[in-house]
């Protein structure tokens, strides 16, 4: 389990550096609000082909941090992101990356479904479209298919692909989305509880799905149930709540990260056991 966080090794020159499989490596990374700070110092590498899961009570940073890997801040006035934050090795906030590129190499699944008011094939077909990943309507038709049935949804829909998505149940919604995430072949998948809005079958099915697409991509999932995180993730973030001594204003932390076996068994932290076991949050 790493202190801070960080699972990285050294450089020749003592600097941190990425470990092996790590798809995202963020260092020293703090978020403001024009005058308000969310977020302080975190540093953390998020590995590929794997679930992690950011855990803490509410206000405690997870979801802002989320939304840096993917760039979601910036569409919020007066926030600002320090620290460097780096996706297969290359700087996320570089000077040439475009923030709506990099949204199609980081797709985000949020808590409450949000399926295009388009029919289940559009709604799939969208993404791939705006990009020209298809040549014509056998093309596109392949990419909707095998979308769908990466989101284990092709068996329920594909006799009413004309049909509104917004017609499904709201577990067929959210592997609807799932699936126009990843219509585009992303490299990371961000979830800001993606479960929270669903019933128990229906979260069950998702985490099934979220095991499966572990196998091929880089999954990020933020969630306020402890079950759910032991149950999907291999690795585990805990976030808390600090204050600063000198303005007495909150803000949030990462204090520290490993596998999710070690976290919930023998963490490292009182505050991370506390919060385990219940005793608060």
Not at 20 to 44: F, M, N
Not at 80 to 87: P, Q, R, S, W, Y
Not at 217 to 225: F, P
Request: glycine share 10%; aromatic share 6%.
């Amino acid at each position: 389990m790493a202190a801070d966080g960080v699972t990285a090794t050294q450089d020749t020159a003592g600097a941190p550096v990425a470990a092996p499989g790590v798809k995202v490596s963020a260092r020293g990374i703090s978020v403001t609000y024009g005058e308000h700070r969310a977020l302080r110092d975190v540093s953390l590498d998020i590995h590929d082909r794997s679930v992690t899961s950011f855990i803490g009570p509410s206000g405690c940073g997870k979801t802002t941090f989320l939304r840096c890997i993917n760039r979601m801040n910036d569409t919020i006035s007066g926030a600002k992101v320090d620290g460097e934050l780096k996706i297969d090795g290359v700087d996320a906030y570089g000077r040439t990356v475009d923030p709506v590129a990099l949204r199609t190499r980081v797709g985000m699944v949020f808590q409450k479904p949000n399926p295009f008011p388009k029919s289940i094939y559009e709604n799939v077909a969208y993404g791939p479209r705006i990009h020209g990943m298809a040549k014509s309507k056998a093309d596109m038709d392949v990419i909707v298919e095998k979308s769908l049935r990466r989101a284990g949804l092709w068996e329920e829909v594909k006799d009413r692909l004309s049909a509104s998505g917004a017609g499904l149940s709201g577990g067929q919604q959210q592997r609807l989305v799932i699936a126009r995430t990843v219509a585009v072949d992303p490299d990371v998948i961000l979830m800001d509880e993606p479960c929270s809005a669903l019933d128990p079958i229906a979260t069950a099915r998702v985490e099934e799905l979220i095991e499966e697409l572990a196998q091929g991509y880089c999954i990020i999932i933020v969630t306020h149930s402890m079950a759910q995180a032991a149950r999907v993730s291999q690795r585990t973030a805990f976030f808390y709540v600090d204050r600063d001594p000198e303005t007495g204003r909150q803000y949030g932390k990462l204090v520290e990260s490993g596998l999710t076996d070690d976290i919930f068994r023998n963490a490292s932290d009182p505050r991370t056991r506390d919060y385990i076991t219940g005793r608060f949050g």
